[in-house]
């Protein structure tokens, strides 16, 4: 009987990196104080007996680190860990548990590389198993619960939290003392109540098998940073980030990406000088950022960032700029992506 039960259930592998998911603190009350990427991902598994009625979950740990310290490096050798994983046949979807930090920064970046229809899931948590009202086993529980159901199949990567099934693209850490956390400016895909998922939309953006990007080609990451942007801005960041050597700038502008007067030279050189300047912007529930419209781009021959925040601009500068340097193409990207 267990063994046909076994049959029956999809077979999910949880990819544990880190995070307060894996997090453990002094004491109950300690729901912000604690250290992130402590336990280990049988621990993890084991802390929910639950996910076996869900799967068939085995566990293996890619990684033990707090997710703002993840380098591209750690980026390819997961993307290349879940391609493996989801080619394998006896493998039906895909959990990546995460520090949240930098959570919608690797959601996006599988959402563009992995050429797959199988559910990837990445899940995080606000607090640390080891505090009152800890979310890590439910937001666990409804990761698996996603990743082994059939209608997650062809969404692109996602992200449980909260009970929402939010798009890895969209999706963006908003708060950083609420489970609340995770919103998505367009709103989440779904629910996950009791196991079960509900769906209300669809990602109208490319993504997995119909990305142009692929993991396996990608070689190393090329060097993109952000700039942030305020009143009384100077350009002694750009000038520096372009020295580092920089490919690529993701202006974290104002407003509508907008460039402050004192910066506009320097960015305008700086282009000239083959550097990609990208213009995101910083608003906290969504930037919009339209071409031409606080800013001439086609006279500088600039790229606009669209609606992805600049930490996500980064993400797709990156893979971007593994296939084209030409703007144009760069910008196309980002719209369709
Ligand atoms: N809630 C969290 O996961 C934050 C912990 C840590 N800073 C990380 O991102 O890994």
Same mark, same amino acid.
């Given at each position: 009987?267990? &063994?046909?039960?076994?049959?029956k259930?999809?077979?999910?592998?949880?990819?544990?990196?880190?995070?307060?998911? %894996?997090?453990?603190?002094?004491?109950?009350?300690?729901?912000?104080?604690?250290?992130?990427?402590?336990?280990?991902?049988?621990?993890?598994?084991?802390?929910?007996?639950?996910?076996?009625?869900?799967?068939?979950?085995?566990?293996?740990?890619?990684?033990?680190?707090?997710?703002?310290?993840?380098?591209?490096?750690?980026?390819?050798?997961?993307?290349?860990?879940?391609?493996?994983?989801?080619?394998?046949?006896?493998v039906?979807?895909?959990?990546?548990?995460h520090?949240?930090?930098?959570?919608?920064?690797? &959601?996006?970046?599988?959402?563009?590389?992995?050429?797959?229809?199988k559910?990837i899931?990445?899940?995080?948590?606000?607090?640390?198993?080891?505090?009152?009202?800890?979310?890590?086993?439910?937001?666990? *529980?409804?990761?698996?619960?996603?990743?082994?159901?059939?209608d997650?199949?062809?969404?692109?990567?996602?992200?449980? @939290?909260?009970?929402?099934?939010?798009s890895?693209?969209?999706?963006s850490? @908003?708060?950083?003392?609420?489970?609340?956390?995770?919103k998505?400016?367009?709103?989440?895909?779904?629910?996950?109540v009791?196991?079960?998922?509900?769906?209300?939309?669809?990602?109208?953006?490319?993504?997995?098998?119909?990305?142009e990007?692929?993991?396996?080609?990608?070689?190393?990451?090329?060097?993109?940073?952000?700039?942030?942007?305020?009143g009384?801005?100077s350009?002694?960041? *750009?000038?520096?980030?372009?020295?580092?050597?920089?490919?690529?700038?993701i202006?974290?502008?104002?407003?509508?990406?907008?460039?402050?007067?004192?910066?506009?030279?320097?960015?305008?050189a700086?282009?000239?000088?083959?550097?990609?300047?990208i213009?995101?912007?910083?608003?906290?529930?969504?930037g919009?950022v339209?071409?031409?419209?606080?800013?001439?781009?086609?006279?500088?021959?600039?790229?606009? %960032?669209?609606?992805?925040?600049?930490?996500?601009?980064?993400i797709? &500068?990156?893979v971007?700029?593994?296939?084209?340097?030409?703007?144009?193409?760069?910008?196309r @990207?980002?719209?369709? *992506?």
């Amino acid at each position: 009987k267990e &063994a046909e039960t076994q049959q029956k259930l999809a077979n999910v592998v949880v990819l544990a990196t880190g995070g307060t998911i %894996a997090g453990a603190g002094a004491s109950a009350a300690n729901s912000a104080t604690y250290q992130a990427a402590k336990v280990g991902i049988e621990q993890l598994i084991a802390a929910v007996p639950q996910l076996g009625q869900l799967a068939n979950v085995r566990g293996e740990q890619v990684m033990q680190i707090a997710s703002e310290s993840i380098t591209n490096d750690n980026l390819l050798q997961l993307g290349r860990r879940v391609a493996e994983l989801a080619d394998s046949k006896d493998v039906d979807g895909i959990v990546i548990t995460h520090g949240t930090d930098t959570l919608e920064e690797t &959601a996006y970046f599988l959402n563009l590389v992995e050429k797959t229809d199988k559910p990837i899931i990445v899940v995080g948590s606000m607090r640390p198993g080891t505090a009152m009202s800890a979310d890590g086993m439910l937001n666990l *529980y409804n990761a698996v619960a996603v990743a082994s159901s059939k209608d997650a199949r062809g969404k692109g990567v996602l992200v449980t @939290m909260n009970d929402e099934i939010q798009s890895g693209r969209d999706v963006s850490k @908003m708060i950083n003392i609420k489970t609340e956390a995770f919103k998505s400016a367009w709103g989440p895909l779904g629910m996950v109540v009791e196991g079960k998922s509900y769906w209300f939309r669809l990602p109208a953006k490319r993504h997995t098998m119909d990305s142009e990007f692929d993991i396996k080609t990608i070689e190393s990451l090329p060097d993109v940073e952000i700039a942030y942007s305020y009143g009384n801005v100077s350009d002694t960041a *750009y000038k520096a980030l372009a020295q580092s050597g920089a490919k690529a700038i993701i202006h974290a502008g104002t407003g509508n990406g907008s460039v402050s007067s004192r910066v506009v030279p320097t960015l305008q050189a700086l282009r000239k000088d083959g550097v990609q300047i990208i213009r995101s912007s910083h608003v906290n529930a969504g930037g919009f950022v339209l071409r031409n419209a606080e800013q001439p781009d086609d006279k500088y021959d600039w790229v606009v %960032a669209h609606d992805l925040n600049p930490q996500k601009a980064r993400i797709l &500068a990156m893979v971007a700029l593994t296939k084209t340097n030409d703007s144009k193409e760069l910008q196309r @990207m980002f719209w369709e *992506y």
